[in-house]
């Protein structure tokens, strides 16, 4: 499945809010340095869909805020 993931990063909680059935709004509290948010954007995924954190794929947008990822 694809999502497209819009992140918000130093957010004071983590959630996800569903947008539509493949737009996801993801807020963390990880800070976007040295891939820490994506490290915990694919950790907070992987709890959320209850799949392995080696399933979830970064597609495109490594270094921006809206992401494409597929599991």
Do not use: C, W
């Not at 990880?30 to 948010?37: F, L, S, V």
């Amino acid at each position: 499945m694809k999502y497209t993931i819009t992140v918000k990063t130093n957010s004071s909680q983590e959630k996800i809010v569903k947008v539509s059935p493949s737009e996801l709004t993801v807020y963390l509290r990880a800070k976007p340095h040295d891939g820490e948010a994506n490290t915990a954007l694919i950790k907070l995924l992987a709890k959320h869909f209850n799949v392995s954190k080696t399933s979830i794929k970064i597609v495109r947008g490594h270094k921006s805020h809206v992401k494409i990822i597929d599991f």
